[in-house]
T-cell receptor, first 114, second 110 residues
Framework: DGGITQSPKYLFRKEGQNVTLSCEQNLNHDAMYWYRQDPGQGLRLIYYSQIVNDFQKGDIAEGYSVSREKKESFPLTVTSAQKNPTAFYLC?????????????FGPGTRLTVT | QQQVKQSPQSLIVQKGGISIINCAYENTAFDYFPWYQQFPGKGPALLIAIRPDVSEKKEGRFTISFNKSAKQFSLHIMDSQPGDSATYFCAARGTGKLIFGQGTTLQVKP
């Protein structure tokens, strides 16, 4: 059963702590993406990776970090430097980084920081 | 230049009616315009997409109308059903990434 797995579905952390969100895909896709979703603001790109061991900042990368050591995995760390980390985080992947493509999304992780 | 503006923010339609969501963009280099559908607590899923060399694309009850000169595109949902109640996002592809609109929450009343 191919797809994108994000875990956990809900995550709670205390302010000042770093937290890592997991994203795994078994679609053999080259590109992977992290988005943040807030009410009324659509999906905003945090980081994306078109190939293993390479990634680029998106529009709102400050306070976040990523790694891409394996094709299947693209974990996102929300650091204590992120001022408003409470949000719904979505991971996506696509077959081809450029050209016409479809992005497949995971089910998301809702992070609450208090 | 990199923005996609979507309207309305929310929409209520009676069952059987037509739902219309509009998007506008500035960057003429955008070359792919998908629409995504998202149910509460789930990730978005591709609904329908269009390239700028086509003025209309229809898939079942869903139609994208594209006006290249006006830099606008819209999603029409014909015979709207309660099961269509969801959040809809338009997007545009530029420089290897998608830029999303703000989203429209659609409620179809029975």
């Amino acid at each position: 059963d191919g797809g994108i797995t994000q875990s956990p579905k809900y995550l709670f952390r205390k302010e000042g702590q770093n937290v890592t969100l997991s994203c795994e895909q078994n679609l053999n896709h080259d590109a992977m993406y992290w988005y943040r979703q807030d009410p009324g603001q659509g999906l905003r790109l945090i980081y994306y990776s078109q190939i293993v061991n390479d990634f680029q900042k998106g529009d709102i990368a400050e306070g976040y970090s990523v790694s891409r050591e394996k094709k299947e995995s693209f974990p996102l760390t929300v650091t204590s430097a992120q001022k408003n980390p409470t949000a719904f985080y979505l991971c996506a992947s696509s077959i081809v980084p450029s050209g016409l493509y479809e992005q497949y999304f995971g089910p998301g992780t809702r992070l609450t920081v208090t | 230049q990199q923005q996609v503006k979507q309207s309305p923010q929310s929409l209520i339609v009676q069952k059987g009616g037509i739902s219309i969501i509009n998007c506008a963009y500035e960057n003429t280099a955008f070359d792919y315009f998908p629409w995504y559908q998202q149910f509460p607590g789930k990730g978005p899923a591709l609904l329908i997409a269009i390239r700028p060399d086509v003025s209309e694309k229809k898939e079942g009850r869903f139609t994208i109308s594209f006006n290249k000169s006006a830099k606008q595109f819209s999603l029409h949902i014909m015979d709207s059903q309660p099961g269509d109640s969801a959040t809809y996002f338009c997007a545009a592809r530029g420089t290897g990434k998608l830029i999303f609109g703000q989203g429209t929450t659609l409620q179809v009343k029975p």
